[in-house]
């Protein structure tokens, strides 16, 4: 029987809760994206572009997301259209994809580089 260290008991767990985390981001946005009818409100917009509710607050106020372009303001409620947010990641502005590829990219790029440090202190610790 093979007794596991406990660095590499931490990388895996390090790696069990990345996956969660990326598999819980994944079914936000295809949540968001199949739940609409072309219109999103800010956090599923946030969603829907795989970022946070804040950062599509900061994206707004620095101009990137322009009312009566790409969302709307019903009373206190911003809608999103998600044919603008498309043209958005679209244009040489935009810098992610929508359907969660670059999400998943990352989180196996992680998973890869956590386990490649587990790997190299498995050899460093002769275990």
Request: hydrophobic share 35%; charged share 30%.
């Amino acid at each position: 029987m093979m007794l596991t260290s406990p660095t590499e008991t931490i990388a895996e767990q390090a790696i069990d809760a990345m996956s969660l985390i990326m598999e819980t981001a994944l079914s936000k946005i295809a949540q968001a994206s199949k739940d609409t009818d072309g219109w999103l409100n800010e956090t599923a917009a946030a969603a829907y572009l795989g970022r946070s509710l804040s950062w599509i607050k900061q994206q707004k106020k620095r101009g990137e997301f322009i009312e009566s372009e790409h969302f709307y303001r019903k009373g206190a409620i911003l809608f999103y259209r998600k044919e603008a947010l498309d043209r958005w990641v679209q244009s040489a502005k935009g810098d992610r994809t929508t359907d969660g590829n670059v999400i998943q990219r990352q989180g196996k790029a992680l998973r890869k580089s956590l386990l490649q440090r587990a790997e190299s202190k498995k050899g460093v610790g002769g275990g």
